[in-house]
């Protein structure tokens, strides 16, 4: 089994709906992020929890909430979905110090279409 | 700030011909370096960092890559692509002064050519 693992893998929805992709991590991390990939724009952050009482906002947080649940838990909602939400999503986990927050461990991915 | 720029987000090679994806970074303290590669219909996977040390790093799959100061630069090589290396690369920054969030770059789609 993955040691990340993103629920679901693909998803159609449209536009208004809420959504929520699931992410959980048997690699005992206490760091944990959620990423989104567009082509030609890399991945940029949208959510990091440092430990499951820490919840920050990462560069494009708008539209997007996350709940940390329990140290292996960590989701993503968008409470009413648009269009440009169409992306891939990627849950990452990483141990603490700096140079350990570097090496992160990637989930599979979630495509999510909004139409 | 950190940022990190990726010349080329295309680049082709033959098999067998060198690969050299370039990674040139900004940074108002040293940096921590890393590069991911992502295959297809996979997540990201780390494939070497340079932290501290001997700036000549490897990595995994015959990777590596060499931290340049005075050019602000971590390009990523190797010397005989395989088609398995066909992929998509991303060079990555964090700032060893505390800043601990990573940013990436846009990422080097890899083609190789039989």
């Known amino acids: 089994d993955a040691d990340v693992t993103q629920t679901p893998r693909n998803r159609i929805t449209k536009t208004g709906k809420r959504i929520m992709l699931e992410c959980s991590q048997t690699?005992?991390?206490?760091?944990m992020y959620w990423y989104r990939q567009d082509p030609g724009l890399g991945l940029r952050l949208i959510y990091y929890?440092?430990?499951?009482?820490?919840?920050n906002k990462g560069e494009i947080s708008d539209g997007y909430s996350v709940s940390r649940q329990a140290q292996a838990k960590f989701s993503l909602s968008l409470e009413s979905a648009i269009p440009n939400q169409t992306a891939l999503y990627f849950c990452?986990?990483?141990?603490?110090?700096?140079?350990?927050?570097?090496?992160?461990?990637f989930g599979e991915g979630s495509r999510l279409t909004v139409l | 700030a950190q940022s990190v720029t990726q010349l080329g987000s295309h680049v082709s090679v033959s098999e067998g011909a060198l690969v050299l994806l370039r990674c040139n970074y900004s940074?108002?303290?040293?940096?921590?370096l890393f590069w991911y590669v992502q295959y297809p219909n996979q997540g990201l996977q780390l494939l070497l960092k340079?932290?501290?040390?001997?700036?000549l790093v490897k990595g995994i799959n015959g990777f590596e890559a060499e931290f340049k100061k005075s050019e602000t630069s971590f390009h990523l090589t190797k010397p005989s692509a395989h088609m398995s290396d066909a992929a998509e690369y991303f060079c990555?920054?964090?700032?060893?002064?505390?800043?601990?969030?990573?940013?990436f770059g846009t990422g080097t789609k890899l083609q190789v050519i039989p």
């Open positions: 990452a986990t990483s141990e603490r110090g700096t140079v350990n927050t570097g090496e992160l461990f």
């Open positions: 690699k005992g991390h206490d760091r």
């Open positions: 929890s440092f430990d499951v009482k820490d919840i």
């Open positions: 990555a920054v964090i700032h060893s002064g505390g800043y601990q969030k990573v940013t």
């Open positions: 340079y932290t501290t040390g001997a700036t």
């Open positions: 940074s108002s303290v040293p940096p921590y």
